[in-house]
């Protein structure tokens, strides 16, 4: 997910679902540094999901 800002630029967040039912997890990242475009928000928070998820 992407959300742009007042300058032009766009933070990147992932949500990672888990579970099913009552009994499901969805955890959000957040990340800090700003991107030039869209394209380069998607990248990161992509990369960054992929390695979470991966290691737990």
Do not use: C, Q
């Amino acid at each position: 997910m992407t959300k742009p800002h007042a300058d032009g630029g766009f933070t990147a967040s992932v949500s990672i679902r888990s579970g099913r039912g009552m009994s499901s997890i969805d955890r959000v990242m957040r990340f800090v540094p700003s991107f030039p475009n869209r394209g380069a928000a998607l990248r990161y928070a992509e990369n960054e999901g992929t390695a979470w998820a991966r290691s737990h």
